[in-house]
């Protein structure tokens, strides 16, 4: 009766292990979709954490410009059949001391990860915003950080 039950909880235990197995492999092949949105997260945040009066306006144009282009990469990972619930970390940190550098580090990475993705003919140039809206917000810090 002991091997029985033995052979019975090794047989479950090697199933599990080979149902986990195969979402793992998928889950470290992260697409470019959900890299970028875990980046935009990261550089809103950075954006935000800068408190300083001046270029009050220009960062929370910038924020805006950020959370447009993570709703369209939002859009364009779901497509695609990504859950964005559970993005992988931000793929570099950042300076607390430059919160706009690090949010512009991060946007350029971000960028580079939607260009990158897939614009399936259904995403309706979903991809295209996206770039439109980063590339805004990068325009919009490079003015306040160069000020």
């Known amino acids: 009766m002991r091997i029985l039950k033995s052979m019975a909880t090794s047989f479950f235990a090697l199933t599990t292990l080979l149902l986990i197995t195969p979402s793992t492999q998928a889950h470290a092949k992260e697409p470019a979709y959900l890299h970028a949105l875990s980046d935009l997260r990261s550089a809103r945040g950075w954006i935000e954490l800068d408190h300083r009066p001046e270029g009050r306006d220009a960062r929370a144009h910038?924020?805006?410009?950020?959370?447009?282009?993570?709703?369209?990469?939002?859009?364009?990972?779901?497509?695609?059949?990504?859950?964005?619930?559970?993005?992988?970390?931000?793929?570099?940190?950042?300076?607390?001391?430059?919160?706009?550098?690090?949010?512009?580090?991060?946007?350029?990475?971000?960028?580079?990860?939607?260009?990158?993705?897939?614009?399936?003919?259904?995403?309706?140039?979903?991809?295209?915003?996206?770039?439109?809206?980063?590339?805004?917000?990068i325009h919009t810090l490079d003015r306040v950080i160069h000020h």
């Open 62 to 137: 910038a924020v805006d410009e950020v959370q447009r282009a993570i709703d369209e990469v939002k859009h364009a990972a779901h497509d695609e059949g990504k859950e964005t619930r559970f993005t992988p970390p931000a793929q570099s940190g950042g300076d607390p001391w430059a919160p706009l550098r690090s949010a512009r580090r991060l946007l350029d990475e971000a960028r580079h990860d939607v260009a990158d993705g897939h614009d399936l003919p259904e995403n309706q140039g979903l991809q295209d915003r996206a770039l439109r809206h980063i590339d805004e917000a």
